[in-house]
């Protein structure tokens, strides 16, 4: 297995076109299930989409709003521009492929709890929990884990923590902040515990969240302090 890490396009544009068809892929899957770009963002009362998104494939007729989706939820090139941006941000790609084929990435940049806000969650109360939870510090986001999943269908964490700490060397930051699944957070702890001397759910340790944060009822926050290792 060949890894690279590098906040370096032209060390990786090699692999854009296997990254965005297996992030298309992968996404497309349970439990994200990101199939086709919903056109009737405006409902309030939907079955089949979330945001942006529509768990329908492209052409399936929808009964929220009588329409059938015409477009992927992404496209390779939407994918790539992505990539880009991130990059031009100074995100740094954790990449591993098997004989020239990518096979699974990691990607990973420092950011504030403001800026995490303005990206990803456009709403006080979260802003409010988000800077109570994480602080001033900065931290790595873990901004995208995916994998190749016709070459790779499974064990694709099993290298998690040398992801982790090869990005936070890269970036030169001691903290790294993800959103898991509940589903998948009993795993990332037993994966990582062992190897790290402190891991926790953000927001206390407990595992089940509070009412107030019942947008989040299906994640919690893990933060790695991860000082120690460097």
Known sequence: MNIVCTS????IASFYDEM???YIDAFGRPPWNERSKCRAEYLTDRQNCVGKLSQL???QFCVDCGRTPNEPAYSVGECQQAFDALLA??????IESELEPFVFATIGIVRDSPTLVGDKYDDEVMATAIDDIIGSELFVWLEESFANLSLRPSGN???RYAAVLALASQLGCERIATVRSTLKLSMLLAETSRKLSYIFPMKSTRLNLTADWRYLDQ???VLFPIAEHF
């Not at 370096?8 to 060390?11: G, L, M, P, R, V």
């Not at 941000?89 to 954790?94: H, R, T």
């Open 89 to 94: 941000k100074g995100a740094v790609f954790y």
């Open 8 to 11: 370096k396009k032209e060390q």
């Open 157 to 159: 964490m099993k290298n």
């Open 57 to 59: 494939a492209v052409g």
């Open 219 to 221: 994640a919690a926050w």
């Open 20 to 22: 965005a068809n297996s």
